[in-house]
């Protein structure tokens, strides 16, 4: 193989270089919502209890974004639970879907339903989280989900 860039003037980088990725403030708090949320599933325990667990376990991760979307989702959560059960297709429920996928599912309609981020940035940073730590169906199945919800908003 080559050493040479395939692009004039591109630079070669490692696989190393690509692990620390630059994450932007929302997203990071985007990650420690899900964090509590995967948490919570794991523990059997309510995602509130996590939250005030980790606030005062590591206070620095706790930006407002992340408690306004826990807070967010549980002041919601059966409504987002029939937003998901409208979105989802043929046999799957919400309790067949991988724990991270029903995380990232519930954080992304509770912004698509009750925040003004634009419904793009939602579905872009969920799939993307997924992609870093769901399965390998987990992108598309996330990203017809969401696309469905934005279809059918209210």
């Known amino acids: ?8 003037g591109a630079v070669k980088i490692s696989s ?10 929302r997203t990071k708090a985007r990650k420690a919502a899900l964090d509590i949320f995967y948490q919570s599933e794991l523990r059997q325990t309510d995602p509130l209890e996590v939250l005030v667990d980790e606030s005062c376990r590591v206070p620095e991760r706790m930006r407002p974004f ?25 046999d799957w429920t919400l309790e ?16 698509i339903d009750h ?16 992609d870093e730590f769901s399965t390998d169906n987990s992108v598309k199945f996330l990203n017809g989900l969401l696309a469905k919800a934005v279809r059918t908003k209210r």
């Open 16 to 25: 190393e270089d690509m692990a620390e990725r630059h994450h932007s403030a």
């Open 1 to 8: 193989m080559s050493e040479i860039p395939p692009v004039p």
């Open 115 to 130: 925040t003004e981020t634009p419904d793009k940035i939602v579905i872009s940073e969920a799939v993307e989280l997924a």
């Open 66 to 90: 992340t408690k306004e979307i826990v807070h967010g989702v549980m002041d919601n959560l059966d409504a987002i639970h029939d937003r998901i059960d409208e979105c989802v297709s043929g």
């Open 96 to 111: 067949r879907m991988p724990a991270i996928d029903r995380c990232l599912a519930r954080i992304a309609i509770w912004e």
